[in-house]
């Protein structure tokens, strides 16, 4: 158990540029992926009615009224909709392929073989 422990820290520490790829893949995704909800996300609650300066039941009724029908005919709902689902389908494609490396660079460490493979998966 002990040596394979040990051999699996030997394994990291020669693919160590891996682990920084996947870091800055994922941390780059989850900024843009924020800033992108983020900018659809707070013009919307900036505009629901506050409740503590005296504000009455209508007001939030008239605003889910209003965001029932921006949802069915507002283009800008849609294209923000439109470009999420195109994020989505990107991260889907992208991913299987960073998988795909990963699983090689493994098996041909498993062979013996070293170096740079990380690419060509």
């Given at each position: 158990?002990?040596?394979?422990?040990?051999?699996?820290?030997?394994?990291?520490?020669?693919?160590?540029?891996?682990?920084?790829?996947?870091?800055?893949?994922?941390?780059?995704?989850?900024?843009?992926?924020?800033?992108?909800?983020?900018?659809?996300?707070?013009?919307?609650?900036?505009?629901?009615?506050?409740?503590?300066?005296?504000?009455?039941?209508?007001?939030?009724?008239?605003?889910?009224?209003?965001?029932?029908?921006?949802?069915?005919?507002?283009?800008?709902?849609?294209?923000?909709?439109?470009l999420l689902l195109?994020?989505?389908l990107l991260r889907?494609?992208?991913?299987?392929?960073?998988?795909?490396?990963?699983?090689?660079?493994?098996?041909?460490?498993?062979?013996?073989?070293?170096?740079?493979?990380?690419?060509?998966?």
């Amino acid at each position: 158990m002990k040596s394979a422990i040990s051999r699996s820290w030997i394994s990291m520490k020669e693919q160590f540029y891996i682990l920084i790829l996947l870091f800055i893949y994922r941390l780059l995704w989850g900024y843009f992926l924020y800033r992108f909800v983020r900018s659809a996300v707070i013009p919307v609650l900036l505009r629901y009615p506050d409740t503590h300066a005296g504000g009455s039941g209508l007001g939030r009724l008239l605003y889910y009224i209003e965001g029932q029908t921006a949802l069915g005919g507002d283009p800008a709902v849609q294209r923000w909709l439109w470009l999420l689902l195109a994020l989505s389908l990107l991260r889907l494609l992208i991913s299987p392929f960073i998988r795909a490396g990963l699983l090689h660079e493994l098996h041909q460490e498993r062979k013996g073989e070293r170096g740079l493979f990380f690419s060509r998966g």
